[in-house]
């Protein structure tokens, strides 16, 4: 193909262009060094914006050396690692440092752990996202009841329960033999041998859900895998860094119950809110029990108020119970039934009535 002498002009002036901007900035760049230097003899360049950001990069490595050295917040020597164990704000040097210290650190830790509460407490009652997607072939809300949905090994997507009951259609429309996955159309595996080879090569994949799911099957010993609570843990931790929510609710639930690991209700309510903010409705609703059992039951109300919105029906019962015991107002009530309500109607169809009509291991609400 030709080219035509414009075109090559254009290119080579670009060229040119792009050799001369470069000569251009080092000449400034020189000038500039030279008008620095000339400032400390010439005082009327003392406040020359291009000094003082010479001087700023000049300073940059020794500010960021400086910004790095933990001082002691008493006697001010460097290397201090011993932390103030409330506000975790402050450093000291040894406990000795810490000691003196405390009574004139008392009120900055004080406002220090108020402020942090708040913040935690921000994050912690705001209404997360849906924790699930919308069902890839009705494109309706995926329900929050885990027998609503299913997740398919074959292509890592999770389906509504109605999807998974209905018929499969053909091209032409004509049914067709229903072992088929309703999306990919894989058959479904022949054994649980073969659902496990399916399964692993999507946790090979960093497949969140499958790893959840085969965690599952490690802490109750079905599809053929051995009970093992340490691999299972192990399991949940690596979907919960990937964030699944449900996988930090099982941690929680674990430590709670000493389930493979000692009971620490610490580390459980821990897990549990990992789990809430991500959107996990059990997780929020074992949230809403520990500060109802600790006599809080306005927070216990705002656990389950997020909960109900996010379509947990034992949310709802509980919210009813504090109404009639005069822990709850008629308001409040009233709220929570319309939360319900709306979930509702973003998640029911007629195909899915039909599935849980036909078994219980449909039933989406």
């Known amino acids: 193909m030709n080219i035509s002498n414009n075109n090559k002009a254009t290119n080579n002036d670009d060229n040119t262009l792009e050799v001369i901007e470069p000569l251009q900035t080092m000449r400034t760049a020189d000038n500039n060094d030279k008008i620095c230097k000339d400032s400390a003899s010439k005082s009327n360049y003392n406040d020359d914006g291009v000094c003082e950001m010479n001087d700023m990069l000049q300073n940059m490595s020794t500010d960021d050396k400086d910004s790095n050295v933990s001082l002691c917040a008493n006697c001010g020597k460097e290397g201090a690692n011993n932390i103030c164990n409330k506000c975790q704000q402050v450093k000291y040097c040894n406990a000795v440092?810490?000691?003196?210290?405390?009574?004139?650190?008392?009120?900055?830790?004080?406002?220090h752990t108020r402020r942090a509460a708040e913040l935690h407490d921000i994050e912690l009652f705001k209404?997360?996202?849906?924790?699930?997607?919308?069902?890839?072939?009705?494109?309706?809300r995926l329900p929050t009841l885990e027998e609503g949905r299913r997740?398919?090994?074959?292509?890592?997507?999770?389906?509504?329960?109605?999807?998974?009951?209905?018929?499969?259609?053909?091209n032409q429309g004509n049914e067709v033999d229903n072992d088929k996955c309703p999306f990919c159309r894989t058959l479904d595996p022949d054994s649980n041998e073969e659902?496990?080879?399916?399964?692993?090569?999507?946790?090979?994949?960093?497949?969140?859900?499958?790893?959840?799911?085969?965690g599952c099957h490690y802490q109750e010993g079905s599809y053929g895998l051995p009970r093992d609570i340490d691999k299972a843990l192990e399991l949940f931790h690596r979907a919960g860094e990937l964030g699944h929510a449900n996988a930090y609710c099982s941690i929680?639930?674990?430590?709670?119950?000493?389930?493979?690991?000692?009971?620490?209700?610490?580390?459980?309510?821990?897990?549990?809110?990992?789990?809430?903010?991500?959107?996990?409705?059990?997780?929020?609703?074992?949230?809403?029990?520990?500060?109802?059992?600790?006599?809080?039951?306005?927070?216990?109300?705002?656990?389950?108020?997020?909960?109900?919105?996010?379509?947990?029906?034992?949310?709802?019962k509980e919210i009813k119970d504090m109404y009639s015991e005069g822990d709850a107002s008629k308001e409040d009530y009233m709220k929570a039934l319309q939360l319900y309500q709306e979930y509702l109607s973003e998640i029911k169809s007629d195909q899915r009535d039909k599935a849980a009509a036909a078994s219980e291991s449909y039933r989406y609400y």
């Open 97 to 111: 440092c810490k000691k003196v210290h405390k009574k004139k650190h008392k009120k900055d830790c004080e406002e």
């Open 252 to 316: 929680g639930a674990a430590y709670e119950s000493g389930t493979g690991v000692e009971v620490d209700n610490e580390k459980a309510v821990h897990y549990y809110e990992l789990g809430a903010i991500r959107g996990d409705i059990y997780a929020r609703y074992n949230l809403g029990l520990n500060e109802e059992e600790a006599g809080n039951t306005e927070r216990a109300l705002k656990h389950w108020m997020v909960a109900v919105k996010a379509g947990d029906n034992d949310s709802l």
């Open 195 to 214: 659902a496990i080879k399916r399964i692993m090569k999507r946790v090979k994949a960093g497949d969140a859900e499958a790893l959840y799911n085969v």
């Open 127 to 140: 209404q997360p996202p849906p924790h699930n997607e919308d069902c890839p072939i009705c494109f309706l």
């Open 151 to 170: 997740y398919q090994s074959c292509c890592g997507k999770v389906i509504c329960s109605g999807c998974s009951y209905a018929p499969v259609y053909d």
